[in-house]
């Protein structure tokens, strides 16, 4: 069964910089679609970014696209955020999330079958 770790998360200033990392492990990666969501106490989770097992396509929400890249290292079985320009409205919990036999860079959070444990990030302004 696959198992994933984020990690990376911490407090930064408005305008700083953060790359989180979503580590597999238990099983190849390859086969899955990986999202990255966020969820503030309160409020619904978010889709932040996804991309395909194949590297063939990724998406953003659109209150990170410009500022946030994701990639995927399989050899390494890791997926990274690089997460720039960031502001307050950023901070939150972020969760990376596996989605089997995908190819359709969803960003609904029901879609997908695993998740890590989350990372908290923290902007002040």
């Known amino acids: 069964q696959l198992q994933l770790v984020e990690s990376g998360g911490g407090l930064v200033q408005f305008g700083g910089s953060l790359r989180l990392s979503c580590a597999a492990s238990?099983?190849?990666?390859?086969?899955?679609?990986i999202g990255w969501f966020r969820q503030v106490p309160g409020k619904e989770r978010e889709g932040v970014s996804c991309i395909t097992r194949r590297l063939i396509r990724t998406n953003y929400a659109d209150s990170v696209k410009g500022r946030f890249t994701i990639s995927r290292d399989n050899a390494k079985n890791t997926v990274y955020l690089q997460m720039n320009s960031l502001r307050p409205e950023d901070t939150a919990v972020y969760y990376c999330a596996a989605r089997p036999l995908g190819g359709v860079c969803s960003m609904v959070g029901y879609e997908y079958t695993y998740w890590g444990q989350g990372t908290q990030v923290t902007v002040s302004s």
């Open positions: 238990g099983e190849t990666m390859d086969y899955y679609d």
